[in-house]
Structure formats: structure tokens, C-alpha cells
């Protein structure tokens, strides 16, 4: 093999070496978290455990709280916070009550 070649397959393993770093420190970097948006929602709000959803949105910071059973507007930002209570939780939480019935 000549010089030439060894040095063209030296740096040819070395940008593939470069390459694979560069693609793993990816996979570990942190993810950057989704932008709070300002959702509006409608509907009954349900009571789990000690938390309260409606429409697949954890509402359990309202204050005064949502009432479970009656239909409500709901407006507020979403939020990266974890729950074990599950849904996407909101924070900032205003509400109405609307006309409707909610299904038992």
C-alpha cells in the first residue's frame, strides 16, 4: 500500500469516527421542550382520583376548581409539567360555566 492510500483510508476512518460521535451526542441531548400554547376547551369536566380532566387536559390547578358534572369553557396554557394524573396539564386555568348537559 503507498503512503497516498494509507493516508486517504486514515482519514476516511477518521471522518466515519467523527461522524458516529457526532450522531450519538445527539441522541443524548436533551429535548427541547414544546412552546405553552393557549388552549380553549369545552366540556364536562371528570373527576380521577384527586385530579381532574376534561377532554384529555389536567385542569386540577383551577382555582376556584372546575366542577365535575356541569359543562364548562376552559382557558389556559399548557405546561411541561409532569402528572401522574396523566393529560396535557394546564396552568393559568380561567373557566365558565356554558349551557349543556353532561352524559352520566
Do not use: D, H
Given at each position: ?6 493516508i ?73 409539567t ?23
Amino acid at each position: 500500500m503507498s503512503i497516498r492510500m494509507g493516508i486517504a483510508v486514515a482519514a476516511g476512518l477518521l471522518a466515519v469516527v467523527g461522524l458516529a460521535g457526532s450522531a450519538s451526542a445527539e441522541m443524548f441531548a436533551p429535548s427541547t421542550a414544546a412552546k405553552p400554547k393557549k388552549v380553549t376547551v369545552t366540556g364536562c369536566a371528570k373527576s380521577v382520583g384527586t385530579c381532574t380532566i376534561l377532554n384529555n387536559y389536567n385542569v386540577s390547578t383551577a382555582n376556584p376548581a372546575v366542577p365535575e358534572g356541569k359543562r364548562a369553557k376552559v382557558q389556559g396554557t399548557t405546561s411541561a409539567t409532569m402528572s401522574p394524573c396523566g393529560g396535557t396539564v394546564l396552568v393559568n386555568i380561567k373557566w365558565a360555566a356554558v349551557k349543556g348537559k353532561c352524559s352520566k
